[in-house]
């Protein structure tokens, strides 16, 4: 077996230098009593060669996170090994880890409270976020749970198939009993899911977004429920309106296809595609014609945004697109496909940005993007367990 300065190792690991067989044998040795002792010490001695400033730290966080659950996988036994001494060893490497990462963040945060352009108020409304976690879910009306997926095992509820840009889609079946049956669809981070409703209307749910409505469309209107974002594309019936409540709004349609995004909390925007949608608050309405984007805010007043209503669902197309957006409408909009919170500094909240990003790529690789527009620093931070990004000038 090889043996190694453990001392360089570890710098070169520091580095994420480190290749597979030497981290493996370098993990190992996390567990000797001595070595558990001099890394803290190669730690100290590895910090004072380098120059603490803020993107050294970043990218060392940026290395440990990263490398994290590989190492710790490794660590871990498998369930068989049932030795004592071997699940205390690896626990001290584990431990050894989570220090060293811990370390990473230590001092990242410390150097961020001494800088000179940190802001105390960062942007409020990232603090409500909440990020669902999981797989695309069906709540039935006894609150029980249904994992949707292409196995289709609860064929008296939805069938399972693909739509023709490749995105899973469900159809939803009527229940016999013609009765209310509420439903609702969760669709977690980094998913999309395509909906086909019992009257034949087309829902696409973004990442981070809930649907309620019911299968049987009981009642004079069909309603649903918005939470997030979605794409609608409504079956015709003048007979029986479209309705869609979201945050704030109440849109009425025939037949049309638009766009509804209420992640925000101080606004909900609607972007009509073709057809004629009524929107109402408990304050005004609004007629719009297609082609137009209309926002509404925490007060209800609804206004017209200059912006062409056919660029609000490239989303569909796996394409973050931003035309003049704010940094921090940005940052709230790659916050919910990711699933990470990401915090904006109040001095550059209100930038704005234009481009068209593919949300296939990586978080690292998308922040890379926007710290090429020599604008925006960013700095990833681990504050009670929780990894964020800070977002700075």
Request: hydrophobic share 40%; proline share 2%.
């Amino acid at each position: 077996m090889n043996t190694y300065d453990k001392r360089e190792l570890f710098k070169r690991f520091l580095a994420g230098k480190c290749h597979k067989d030497e981290a493996a044998w370098l993990i190992e040795q996390f567990s000797e009593k001595e070595f558990n002792e001099a890394w803290k010490e190669c730690i100290e001695e590895h910090f004072q060669e380098v120059d603490l400033n803020e993107d050294v730290l970043a990218a060392y966080h940026k290395i440990s996170a990263r490398e994290y659950e590989r190492i710790e996988a490794h660590v871990f036994p498998p369930e068989k090994d049932k030795d004592k001494r071997v699940l205390y060893l690896r626990w001290v490497a584990v431990a050894a880890l989570v220090a060293i990462i811990g370390y990473f963040g230590f001092l990242q945060f410390r150097a961020t409270q001494d800088s000179d352009h940190l802001e105390e108020s960062l942007i409020a409304q990232q603090d409500s976020m909440v990020f669902i976690e999981g797989r695309i879910a069906m709540t039935l009306p006894d609150g029980s749970q249904v994992e949707l997926s292409d196995a289709q095992q609860h064929a008296d509820l939805y069938a399972a198939e693909k739509d023709s840009s490749g995105i899973a889609q469900y159809r939803i079946k009527e229940q016999q009993d013609k009765l209310p049956y509420i439903q609702q669809i969760v669709v977690p981070s980094r998913k999309i899911a395509a909906i086909v409703l019992s009257d034949g209307s087309k829902v696409w749910l973004n990442a981070n977004s809930k649907l309620k409505y019911d299968a049987n469309f009981v009642g004079s209107e069909r309603e649903v429920f918005l939470e997030g974002e979605a794409y609608f594309e409504v079956a015709h019936d003048s007979d029986k309106p479209f309705i869609v409540v979201s945050r704030g709004q109440k849109i009425k349609v025939l037949g049309t296809r638009f766009n509804v995004n209420s992640y925000l909390s101080n606004h909900t925007t609607t972007s009509l595609i073709s057809g004629a949608i009524m929107i109402s608050t408990e304050r005004m309405d609004r007629k719009l014609a297609a082609g137009e984007v209309c926002q509404v805010n925490e007060l209800g007043t609804i206004s017209l945004l200059p912006i062409p209503a056919n660029a609000a669902d490239s989303w569909r197309k796996n394409d973050f697109t931003f035309k003049g957006s704010k940094l921090s409408d940005i940052a709230y909009t790659l916050s919910q496909w990711y699933g990470i919170h990401i915090y904006v500094d109040k001095n550059i909240a209100d930038s704005t940005f234009s481009g068209v990003i593919s949300r296939t790529k990586t978080l690292e690789d998308v922040m890379d993007i926007l710290k090429r527009t020599k604008q925006i620093r960013f700095q990833y931070q681990i504050q009670n367990n929780e990894r964020s990004v800070r977002l700075m000038k």
